[in-house]
């Protein structure tokens, strides 16, 4: 095998797993879609068929004053029944073990009432908690004690307790959060005795032999958190009190220091978990940026942990535990720390699925098993869009052909993977690539395929995914030479000066912004200039593991980025990574100028006015990042020449708004799943 530890069989007091493989706890929002119960016993039934160790539920509060919003789930005596016993259901003939996730949301929680340690308003919600009184907290101590016994009543095999990630329990243990002066408040001692009090008080309920792990905050990554002794000193502590197992947990979310984004190296937090993992005699479970299971494997093999917890790689492929064992490492759809269609939908639409596998969270939505009747099916354009529709399309048994007027497929993938530390996108391609082969589909590189030679190929349907092209703007002197538009710079790789200029402010400009300043292209990160650039303390000695310095790359050019609009720039950015680009880009010295009218360019630079007064940009290179117009030319003349057959628009040759691989993925894979 070529995972020998990830697949070594590990037991939790007398629970044994079959795998070191757990997909960690994550907030689906399936409970507010429609057919919630029937939707989160097939999601979870999806992991489980695909062989995961362990499922770790989403987030489930003790009580009502803990729940997210008034339409959360919680585990109290018989409220919500029906949504425990479908997912205690979705694994019943698997040798998945199935882990219910109690969280208290704290300060975090959405409505008026919340509750924390003491009445300070965390900066990502509105709403100001009130102060638990001692009493209340010895009954919110009883609640995940009974909320555990009733768990194990209804069938689940374990239960974590969230003591991360800033929920109240961990606003108990950090310094910055807890300013009380009662018994759960003041030293170290005090701090601790809420999550300890809440072990030992398990254990008088559930006996000795019933799994229960402890989500610690291994460091967390704000001012005036806890420093690594005390991370330590109450993970030996958490040990005692009867914990079976120790999942590490990393930053707040109101931290400043991303956590799981793609700018994080892989297992970038090894160095938490090993620290835990010296401290304690329980199996220790390390979390955050594991994607791949050679990564997992060598976590494991450097005795940094004893087993990985997966969340939105589980999200990408459901068969990654499978895959892996069966060595069909090529094979598996790799979480690319995106979070467009996972974290970023949770925080605005609080729909959750995956970019680079749609039907996540959206099972039920999608037959399985081959069509009766196979088509013939064209797809022109090899992009994002063209090989999703091709891979479901063949793999349903449709018989496909797929023509690309390049040399290679990508399309805007291409360019993505060219930005520095989105080199995940390579494995996107790759997957997608390999999907191809897989399943048969009749890939035509460097085929320009025109219509007369579609509509004679005798096809019952013929699918354009033929892109889009950048737009071209009407301003005087657009064709000087100074002028490149992003597929100049970023996949021709023209030539850009020193100083530049880049037109449109959107997620390519700041894509290219980023692309320019940071001066290179596809370089992964690593943990060393990571905890450079965000000031991480990885001898854990500092409160909250951060050092407070910071020092990012230096500049390789002056970039001004411009919009004709006066708003603030980058309110199109997904929602949990556009600040991380805009922090990083202002850190690198980008200057924004907006509410421009463009003049003309001339060997000068960039003439324009903002407010009615006149500038010049006396720049090298004019970089136009000012929106694409879908190619759909061939569009036009299939259906003058025969409108007889079906011909379907996906992707940017649909809609050329904003380049958007999670909508033309998600459009290619439902329009393949419903031929």
Request: with cysteine; hydrophobic share 40%.
């Amino acid at each position: 095998m070529k995972f020998p530890r990830l697949f070594a069989p590990l037991s939790l007091g007398k629970l044994s797993l079959p795998n070191r493989i757990v997909m960690g706890a994550m907030h689906t929002a399936i409970d507010h879609l429609d057919r919630p119960y029937e939707r989160i016993r097939a999601f979870y039934r999806a992991r489980a068929d695909g062989e995961v160790g362990m499922i770790i539920t989403g987030g489930v509060s003790p009580n009502a004053q803990g729940r997210f919003d008034s339409h959360s789930p919680s585990m109290t005596s018989e409220m919500d029944s029906e949504w425990h016993r479908a997912i205690v259901d979705s694994v019943q003939g698997t040798s998945t073990r199935i882990c219910l996730q109690l969280l208290h949301a704290g300060r975090y929680a959405e409505f008026a009432d919340c509750v924390a340690p003491s009445a300070l308003r965390a900066r990502i919600n509105r709403y100001t908690p009130r102060a638990l009184s001692t009493q209340e907290v010895w009954q919110t101590i009883d609640d995940y004690a009974r909320s555990t016994e009733i768990a194990r009543d209804f069938g689940y095999h374990a239960v974590e307790v969230m003591g991360s990630e800033g929920y109240l329990i961990n606003e108990f243990t950090a310094p910055a959060t807890n300013h009380r002066s009662d018994e759960f408040g003041g030293d170290l001692e005090g701090r601790m005795r809420f999550p300890i009090e809440i072990l030992k008080a398990i254990r008088q309920r559930v006996g000795a032999d019933f799994p229960v792990i402890y989500r610690i905050s291994a460091v967390d990554l704000v001012e005036n958190g806890m420093p690594g002794d005390e991370v330590l000193e109450l993970a030996r502590r958490v040990e005692q009190a009867g914990a079976s197992a120790i999942n590490i947990g990393v930053g707040w979310h109101e931290a400043t220091v991303p956590t799981i984004a793609h700018v994080v190296p892989r297992a970038g937090w090894h160095y938490a978990a090993r620290a835990v993992r010296t401290a304690v005699t329980v199996p220790v479970i390390a979390s955050n940026r594991i994607n791949d299971p050679q990564v997992a494997e060598d976590l494991l093999a450097a005795g940094d942990a004893d087993l990985v917890a997966l969340a939105r790689p589980m999200l990408a492929d459901p068969d990654f535990a499978r895959k892996s064992r069966l060595d069909q490492v090529g094979q598996i759809n790799t979480c690319i720390a995106c979070n467009q269609a996972c974290l970023d939908g949770y925080f605005t639409t609080r729909s959750v699925s995956c970019l680079v596998n749609p039907k996540a969270c959206r099972e039920i939505e999608f037959t399985t098993g081959r069509v009766p009747r196979p088509l013939r099916l064209a797809v022109v354009g090899g992009g994002a869009a063209g090989m999703a529709f091709a891979g479901e399309a063949a793999e349903r048994g449709h018989v496909v052909r797929l023509f690309e007027a390049a040399d290679r497929l990508g399309g805007q993938l291409l360019m993505a993977k060219e930005i520095p530390e989105k080199t995940e996108f390579n494995e996107m391609l790759r997957y997608f690539s390999q999907r191809l082969v897989d399943t048969g589909v009749d890939v035509r590189l460097q085929t320009l395929a025109r219509a007369a030679e579609l509509l004679s190929g005798e096809y019952d349907a013929i699918i354009l995914a033929t892109g889009v092209e950048p737009r071209r703007l009407e301003i005087p002197g657009i064709d000087h030479p100074k002028v490149l538009d992003y597929v100049d710079v970023l996949l021709r790789k023209r030539a850009v000066g020193r100083r530049v200029a880049i037109i449109g402010a959107g997620g390519i400009g700041f894509d290219v912004a980023e692309y320019l300043l940071a001066g290179g292209s596809g370089k992964a990160p690593t943990l060393e200039g990571f905890a450079t650039e965000y000031g991480l303390d990885l001898a854990m000695e500092r409160p909250g593991g951060i050092t407070g310095a910071r020092q990012g790359h230096a500049p390789q050019r002056e970039v001004t980025l411009l919009q004709r609009k006066s708003d603030s720039f980058g309110k199109g950015l997904g929602a949990t990574t556009g600040w991380i680009l805009r922090d990083r880009l202002q850190r690198l010295g980008m200057r924004t100028l907006g509410g421009v009218n463009y003049q003309r360019i001339d060997d000068d630079g960039l003439h324009l006015s903002v407010a009615g007064q006149p500038q010049l940009l006396a720049v090298d290179t004019i970089v136009i990042c000012a929106g694409q117009d879908s190619q759909r030319g061939l569009a036009g003349e299939l259906a003058a020449a025969s409108p007889a057959i079906p011909v379907h628009l996906i992707g940017g040759a649909d809609v050329a708004s904003e380049l958007d691989a999670k909508r033309a993925i998600a459009q290619a894979v439902r329009l393949a799943a419903s031929l």
